[in-house]
Nanobody, 122 residues
Framework: QVQLVESGGGLVQAGGSLRLSCAASGRTFSRYSMGWFRQAPGKEREFVAAISWAGGTTYSADVVKDRFTISRDNAKNTVYLQMNSLKPEDTAVYYC???????????????WGQGTQVTVSS
């Protein structure tokens, strides 16, 4: 399995931006499809975005489409989530994921990071 460490979370005002990073260990990073999920207090963990192993295909949840962008740098073993126009309802713990194929559901995820908190104030 690949080890994942997220960073970049924090407190931001509504309308602001944050970029999350996820550093992966191991030499096989480029073979994994990567993704981001989030979990708000009292809610189930939900899909946010995913990217194929080569970065040619991306997927985003409707609630973040046109605001969040996922990307990856296989040379740096890192995946990013650029979050713009943040809203208070984006407040959640954000988790990085790695899987052999692109996955859009929690049950199919191969590896999880420990999560990073994002708080958006109104």
């Amino acid at each position: 399995q690949v080890q994942l460490v997220e960073s970049g979370g924090g407190l931001v005002q509504a309308g602001g931006s944050l970029r999350l990073s996820c550093a992966a260990s191991g030499r096989t990073f480029s073979r994994y499809s990567m993704g981001w999920f989030r979990q708000a207090p009292g809610k189930e963990r939900e899909f946010v975005a995913a990217i194929s192993w080569a970065g040619g295909t991306t997927y985003s949840a409707d609630v973040v489409k046109d605001r969040f962008t996922i990307s990856r740098d296989n040379a740096k073993n890192t995946v990013y989530l650029q979050m713009n126009s943040l809203k208070p309802e984006d407040t959640a713990v954000y988790y990085c994921t790695a899987s052999p194929l692109v996955v859009l559901t929690t049950k199919a995820v191969g590896s999880w990071g420990q999560g990073t908190q994002v708080t958006v104030s109104s």
